[in-house]
């Protein structure tokens, strides 16, 4: 280390070094310090924004039957839609239209459900979209979604869904398959036992 014979060389030497590096160290506090504020503030807003998700999605659900309960879930899913509570909401709004009997708007909420990154909302999203798409009459598009479904727990509504559609689209071996299938599955739905029992008679009608 160098030494200094006064304390007067000593100051000339700090202000030496300062001259040359004081700039340089301050810069780069000054970055360090916007760095860590800047990280800081980044985290509280993305706490506040998930925060604020959570709230709205609440807000939503609870004023659902409002006059205005329709309109502002739309405009919560427009502003959220990017994030996990889109698909829910997209549920929840479906699940209202239906009720309404506009199945035209459930099938476009669900189809927004469908594109969730969450695998099981999303299947749940494809079973209930084939079933207002059977319900529209459109039994090739309730097939197609129910195609997409993935993971053996909904084996059983998954081949009910298909008999129903096939008993539609009159092919009623296929349908005899997936109701049987759908009983294989699940032995304690006895409305699928019905729906298998009775499909002689309305192969015959």
């Not at 807003?45 to 506040?48: I, R």
């Not at 459930?106 to 459900?113: K, M, S």
């Not at 005899?176 to 049987?180: G, I, K, T």
């Not at 759908?182 to 699940?186: K, L, M, P, T």
């Given at each position: 280390?160098?030494q ?7 100051v000339?030497?700090i202000k030496r070094f300062w ?6 160290i ?9 760095g860590?504020?800047g990280?800081?503030y980044y985290?509280d807003?993305?706490?506040?924004a998930k925060?604020?998700?959570s709230q709205?999605?609440?807000?939503v659900?609870e004023n659902?039957?409002?006059d205005?309960g329709?309109?502002k879930?739309?405009a919560?899913?427009a502003e ?5 509570y ?5 549920l929840?709004?479906a ?7 506009n199945?035209?708007a ?8 469908v594109a ?6 999303k299947?749940?999203a494809?079973?209930?979209l084939?079933?207002v798409?059977l ?9 197609d979604s129910v195609?997409?479904v993935?993971g053996?727990a909904?084996t059983?509504?998954?081949?009910e869904i298909k008999g ?7 092919d009623?071996?296929?349908a ?5 299938a ?5 032995s304690?739905?006895?409305l699928v036992?019905?729906?298998l029992?009775?499909l002689?008679?309305t192969a015959g009608?």
């Open positions: 280390m160098e200094f014979a006064t304390e007067e060389q000593q000339e030497a001259k040359e590096n004081g700039i340089a301050v810069v780069g506090a000054v970055i360090g310090l916007g860590l504020w990280w800081q985290s807003s993305q706490l506040a925060e604020a998700a709205g999605y609440q807000d659900v659902l039957q409002a205005d329709i309109a879930a739309e919560f899913l959220y839609e990017s994030t996990g889109a698909a829910m909401t997209a929840v709004l699940a209202q239209e239906v009720e309404n009997n199945l035209e459930a099938q476009r909420h669900l189809q927004t459900a969730s990154q969450d695998g099981a909302l299947n749940v494809l079973l209930r084939a079933r798409q319900a529209l009459n459109n039994a090739q598009a309730a097939l195609a997409k993935e053996d909904f059983a509504q998954v081949e129903d559609a096939f008993v539609v689209l009159a009623f071996t296929k005899r398959l997936a109701y049987s759908a009983v294989e599955a699940d304690a739905n006895r036992k019905m729906k029992d009775n002689a008679i009608s």
